[in-house]
């Protein structure tokens, strides 16, 4: 699920879609737990080649990093 919120994210961030025909024809999503884990497992390597490679041809740096460290703890566990 992880990796379809990157998806969604670099779309929104950038306005860009990312090619996943390779991911969608698989028919295996996140939801779909009675699928085996091999077949999730192809479907995420697949899913991320993808995002990766539309990084890739964009050869560009889409989010900037803040020059100063985050002062504000971002997970706090109980």
């Known amino acids: 699920m992880l990796m379809?919120?990157?998806?969604?994210f670099?779309?929104?961030t950038t306005g860009e879609s990312i090619d996943t025909s390779r991911y969608v024809g698989l028919e295996v999503s996140p939801v779909h737990i009675h699928?085996?884990?091999?077949?999730?497992?192809?479907?995420?390597?697949?899913?991320?080649?993808?995002?990766?490679?539309?990084?890739r041809d964009q050869r560009r740096h889409v989010f900037d990093?803040?020059?100063e460290p985050l002062l504000e703890p971002i997970a706090?566990?109980?």
Do not use: C, D, F, Q
């Not at 379809?4 to 969604?8: A, E, L, T």
């Not at 697949?46 to 490679?53: P, S």
């Open 4 to 8: 379809v919120h990157i998806k969604k």
């Open 10 to 12: 670099y779309e929104t």
């Open 35 to 55: 699928k085996n884990k091999k077949s999730h497992k192809e479907a995420l390597l697949i899913l991320g080649e993808e995002i990766v490679g539309r990084m």
């Open 65 to 67: 990093m803040a020059a």
């Open 76 to 78: 706090v566990e109980h």
